[in-house]
């Protein structure tokens, strides 16, 4: 009886586990990215999206200095440090949000694949200002 009440209780813990990985891995894609920029961070920091559809960003900056998010290009990773001049070539999309300032932009990720976001101000990335977009195919 211990015995079957013990395999029932790992069975039980297998399933809830199998089910806490699908829920994350089958998270719906996003057509409104609404993101909260500070000092220093993204929240949310991970999003996903549809590649090919155009998707809306609210930013809002609720730091007390300017904060920008900056969408490298798909694949590229962002190096420090990291200029607007020498790395302009991996920039896909740049929006800078004063302090207390909110901004509404719409975008197309071209394709599927990973998309590294930072804050392009000097400083910024290497204090944890980087988050990720996934874009998978609809
Ligand atoms: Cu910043």
Redesign the pocket.
Known sequence: MKQYLTLSLIIIFLSLSIFSCAQSASEKPASVLSVE?S??KFNPSVMKVFAGREITINLLNK?S????FTILREGVIAKIPFSHEQNSAEILAEYKIAPNQSGSYKITLPSAGEYAVI?A?QG?MESG?IAKITAVNP
């Open positions: 920029l000092e220093f730091g200095i300017e904060h920008d804050c101000i910024h200002m």
